[in-house]
């Protein structure tokens, strides 16, 4: 048995030969994504191990994709969007994600980011860059159990994350779709409004949905408190960027922690001349009150061990059973 693993990153390598090594399986290492270009690479697999952004190409991809005798994707993370799964249907190709690699993981940066937020740290890196080094009034903060936290999409990461903020002390509302009796205990249900209008720190983390798309907006944010920490570490589209950069301007809330923007293809897992990227990601940057990092709040080893070993043995049981 062989499966052929595209877009393998470096820091990903160690645990597909560890896994190798477990399973008695190969596993031929790939760094490109997967295209029609590099398809032949796969010859004499029974399927590929994905991770990538880029769409995988047309029928006629996955048309050749069968008759090489390929009869699995098993892509390595929770989104399958680059996946056309009509025409795997068609070739009788089966599809497996990895739903939840560490949930933990993205909910520790949006803590991270709103702690950083809470207490100031962009400005007073900005003030000491200035030589000044006096108590400033206008930095004082609060502390995380005399706040409420409110949280948007109560899944796998907003279920995590709710576990930390109540850890600390903090009051968490939530506001999801529907009831969920596994955090009943750390949460208390609301609905959107009433999380928009009394939360402290508001953290993202429903999918992006037509129903999620621009959720926060310019209403959202002037009904936020002046005081409000916005945290997105779901997706770009459920913000309104330009929206969010007038709030900030205009001092309707205190500041954000954006893992991800709307346009972040563009730019994000990509080195680029500072010029070529885009402006609203330069002038939120700016923002001592902003921060913006690329997507990485899933990257720490226990996620990146768990995204390689479970989308391959998706892959392998399909295989042994
Ligand atoms: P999940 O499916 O476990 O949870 C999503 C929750 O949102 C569910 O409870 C669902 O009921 C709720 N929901 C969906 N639509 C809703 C709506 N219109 N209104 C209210 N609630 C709604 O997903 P998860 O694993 O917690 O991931 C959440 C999101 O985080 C993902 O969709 C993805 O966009 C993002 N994510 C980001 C990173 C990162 O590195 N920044 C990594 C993984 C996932």
């Known amino acids: ?74 892509v390595r993370t929770a989104g399958i969007d680059l996946v056309d799964l009509a025409s795997c249907r068609k070739y009788n190709i089966k599809v ?61 990461i907003g279920g ?38 009394k939360s402290d720190i508001i953290s993202l983390h429903t999918p992006l949905t037509p129903q999620t798309k621009n959720m926060i907006g310019a209403k959202q944010l002037t009904a936020m408190k002046k005081n409000a920490i916005l945290i997105n570490m779901s997706r770009g589209g459920l913000v309104d960027t330009a929206a969010l950069i007038n709030a900030l301007q205009n001092h309707e809330i205190a500041g954000a922690g954006l893992d991800t923007l709307a346009d972040e293809a563009k730019f994000f897992r990509r080195d680029l001349p500072i010029d070529q990227v885009p402006a609203d990601y330069r002038t939120l940057a700016a923002m001592p009150n902003v921060i913006v990092t690329p997507h990485v709040a899933f990257y720490t080893t226990t996620a990146v061990e768990n995204m390689v070993k479970i989308g391959l043995d998706n892959i392998y049981h399909q295989e042994e059973n």
């Open 1 to 74: 048995m062989k499966i052929a693993a595209y877009s393998v990153a470096s820091a990903e390598k160690p645990y597909f030969e560890q896994w190798m090594k477990e399973n008695n399986v190969e596993v031929k290492l790939i760094d490109q994504p997967l295209s029609i270009d590099n398809l032949d690479e796969a010859a004499g697999c029974i399927g590929v191990c994905l991770q990538q952004a880029a769409k995988l190409g047309d029928e006629s991809f996955y048309q050749r994709f069968a008759e090489m005798g390929l009869k699995y994707i098993g």
């Open 96 to 156: 497996t994600n990895v739903p939840a690699y560490s949930p933990r993981a993205i909910a520790e940066m949006g803590l991270t980011q709103a702690l950083a937020l809470l207490r100031k740290l962009g400005e007073y890196q900005q003030t000491m860059a200035e030589g000044k080094f006096s108590l400033n009034p206008s930095l004082i903060s609060n502390e995380i159990y005399n706040l409420t936290v409110g949280l948007v999409g109560l899944g796998h």
């Open 160 to 197: 995590e994350t709710a576990r930390l903020y109540r850890a600390l002390g903090a009051n968490v509302i939530a506001y999801n779709r529907s009831h969920k009796m596994e955090y009943e205990s750390v949460v208390e249900y609301t609905d959107l409004q009433t999380v928009i209008e």
